[in-house]
């Protein structure tokens, strides 16, 4: 049961971080947040490896921290490129 805890966690939080990717700067907190639940999701994947809801984390979480990852870039480049408008 307790890697079943770990799957749910790792699910949210995956699902979470995909929230994050629509709050530019923010994408920071889904990155950690994808990674935490990449973590949790792969220890309930050796605790358990037919759990589907581990798998879904895991997949959710890879998701999650290559689409924040992308968008908090994207963010900053973004804010370089007006940097150097101003000048």
């Known amino acids: 049961n307790r890697s079943n805890g770990k799957a749910t966690a790792s ?3 995956g699902i979470i971080s995909l929230v994050f990717i629509f709050f530019g700067t923010y994408a920071f907190i889904g990155m950690v947040l994808a990674i935490i639940g990449l973590v949790l ?6 605790e358990s490896p037919d759990d589907g809801k581990a798998k879904a984390g895991v997949i959710l979480s890879i998701i999650g ?3 924040c990852a992308l968008s908090f870039i994207a963010c ?3 804010v370089g490129a007006l940097a150097g408008l101003s000048l």
Request: charge should be positive.
């Open 11 to 13: 699910l949210v939080l």
């Open 41 to 46: 999701g792969i220890q309930a994947k050796k």
């Open 65 to 67: 921290l290559s689409l």
């Open 76 to 78: 900053i480049a973004c």
